[in-house]
Every structure is written in C-alpha cells, then in structure tokens.
C-alpha cells in the first residue's frame, strides 16, 4: 500500500470533523464530488470503511474514530517539522521559550541574565501562554522550549531539566479572613464558605468536579479572586502578578512543585541544547 498523502488526510480530518461532505468542501475550498471521490479512494487503499453514509448523515466508524485520532497528530507533526525547518534556516533567528504569564518569573529573569551575560547563548524570544498551553506550543512548533511545572503540566515525551523547587502558596482576597494567617493547610482551604477554591485543568485538560470556577486564563483568575469569589493554590514564584487585592500565605502541606525546562526530544539544536545548559548551570551556581 502506498504511504498516505497529507492532502488526503487533511480531507479526511474535514469530513470526521464536519460530518458533513458539504461543509467540509467549503471549508477545504473544493467541490464536493472530489472530495467524496477522494474519501472512497482513501477507504479502498486501506481496506477499510471509515465513514458510515445514509440519509440520515455521516458518522464515523471505529476505524474512522482510530484514523481522526492519527491524522490529528500526524498533520500536526508535518506543521510542526515545517515551522522548525523554516526557523533553523535562519541562523539569527532566536530560540521561542513559551511559559505561563506571571509564573516561574524569578527564574525565567534569572535565566534571561544568564542568556544576556553569556555571549555563546542564543537570544530568546518570550512566548507568554495560559495555562497549560506550553505543551502544545512545544508540540507544534511554535516554540523551541518551555517553562513547565512538575506535576501539574503535561511533560508527556519531552525532554527536561530540573530547576527550581519550590513549596505553593494560596492567594485570598485581602479582606477574607484567611488573610491574616500565617501559614495554611490544604484542610483550611476545603469548604470554605462562598470562597471555593479554583479548579485546575488535569493533565488530559478536563476539569475536576467542584464548585470552584476553572481556570482558563490568569485574569480571568486574579479578578475573581480580588472579587472575593475563589482562592487558588499556585507555587509560591507565580505571585508575581499577585493584585493589590490579593493576600499570598504559604501551604505547609501542599505538594512541592518543579519548574523545569522542556523540549522536544527529536530536536537537534546547537541552540537549545545551549540555553538548556545555561539554565542547568544557573540553577546549580544559585546559593
């Protein structure tokens, strides 16, 4: 069988998606006969119905289910091979450090010093995302390393280095009485009255159950907070966008987190394996 194309795959991902030939012929730009001609041809080559066709609609089958799920990845994968090819032909381009808005900013400060006093190291180029974003960025290209944390972000087939360990904090509206504390237990924030606590995306980005909001973006977060309406539990360095309206006071009991730098494992760059060793060496020089 010959090797599946990727115009193919990507018409195949347009009619899983759309369930629909129609629509999925206007969103590729072609006519809907091609298209339909093009999925029959693509079922033949492997021999297996992917698509279930009545009058009804389209659904797919469990072989069409299993080849959305690959397609997915594999026209990222092509996206993303395209994006660092363009980048490494451009020798004065810098390396992308994707991290979250207001997190690690200590160390992410410290390592740009770093880059700036050492005139071997690329220069960086900073990508600041929401949470949980950085694996994506890393996965499709758009950025040549991350800042993540261990164990709350999705390190799954990357490579990383330890940096920084550190103990969490909750931030509270400074006019609740959880304020005034000096230190907290994950027991004290359960069932607080009208202060639920926020809901953290799990590795797989859905959400625990709980009455607390989800955290989506870090303003979306530090307003809800400074309106009283939620408390968050974040590792102690991401008070870096704390509000005048917020109270940080530290977890005794909480997990420790690790901010780590990640990156592809396919990636061959003199770059990244420079800032990787720049970070690593800054870490191990702090007192």
């Given amino acids: 069988m010959d090797d599946l194309e990727t115009r193919e795959l990507r018409y195949f991902v347009a009619v899983a998606e759309e369930l629909h030939f129609g629509r999925a012929a206007l969103r590729l730009g072609i006519a809907q006969p091609p298209l339909s001609r093009a999925i029959a041809r693509l079922e033949r080559r492997l021999g297996v119905r992917l698509l279930d066709r009545d009058r009804r609609g389209v659904a797919l089958t469990e072989a069409g289910s299993v080849l959305l799920r690959e397609a997915g990845a594999a026209l990222d994968a092509v996206a993303a091979a395209a994006r660092r090819t363009r980048r490494a032909g451009d020798p004065k381009r810098p390396l992308v450090l994707a991290t979250k808005a207001g997190a690690s900013h200590e160390v992410l400060q410290k390592l740009l010093d770093s880059v700036a006093s050492d005139p ?106 400074a309106l009283g309406r939620t408390l968050l539990v974040i590792p102690a360095s991401s008070r870096a966008w704390q509000w005048p309206e917020h109270v940080a006071v530290p977890v005794v009991d909480a997990p420790e987190v690790t901010t780590v730098i990640a990156w592809p494992p396919s990636s061959r760059s003199l770059a990244v394996a420079s800032l990787v060793g720049v970070a690593a060496d800054m870490i191990m020089s702090a007192p």
């Fill in 120 to 225: 071997q190291a690329p220069p960086i180029e900073i990508l600041l995302c929401e949470v949980g974003e950085q694996a994506r960025l890393l996965r499709d290209g758009h950025a040549d390393v991350a800042l993540m944390h261990h164990p709350y972000d999705d390190l799954a087939g990357f490579d990383s280095e330890d940096l920084y360990v550190e103990g969490q904090v909750a931030i509270v509206p400074a006019g609740h009485p959880l304020a005034s504390r000096d230190r907290l237990t994950l027991a004290d924030l359960q069932d607080v009255p009208d202060l639920p606590i926020a809901r953290w995306p799990r590795l797989d980005g859905s959400y625990p159950d709980g009455p607390g909001p989800e955290v989506h973006t870090q303003s979306q977060l530090a307003q809800l907070v």
